[in-house]
């Protein structure tokens, strides 16, 4: 995908790679002391006592990491409009120090707007996976793009 895109130029079914992401445990300790201070997430050594056993990313990190490279991969390159919500937001397994994350988006559904011509609808999902093939992130949501010009 290059140059200007519209909401044309999005096909359901198509799948994009947005790019990865390495979560160091700084990394992981600096986004969860601002925003998800939880043991497991800021504290190495209470992260060893809990549930799993060793410092964990927030899942709420792994979104912010999706949004970014969304961002970058194409959101920035549209007409973009916003989006009313995301849904179906799953953390299927532990995002560890030292994992490296690749994140891809397939389109799931494509409408033009009834009430705005110039936009068109998008439904998508996001998912992570690590360097071992595990998915670990899904998440869906719809977009709103601007149409080609006629």
Known sequence: MSGTLYWEDFKVGESVEMGSHRFTAEEI??????????PFHVDPEAAR????GTLIAS????????????CESYVNRTRSMGSPGVDNIRWLAPVKA????????TVLEARASRSRPDAGLMRTQWEAVNQDGVRVLS???WSMIGRRPR
Request: proline share 3%; glycine share 8%; hydrophobic share 40%.
């Open 29 to 38: 300790t600096a986004f969860a002391r601002q925003f998800d201070p939880q």
């Open 49 to 52: 006592e809990s549930f799993y």
């Open 59 to 70: 899942g709420w990190h792994t979104c912010s990491v999706a949004m970014r490279l969304m």
């Open 98 to 105: 030292g994992d490296t994350l690749s994140y891809r988006f």
């Open 139 to 141: 998440m869906e949501g």
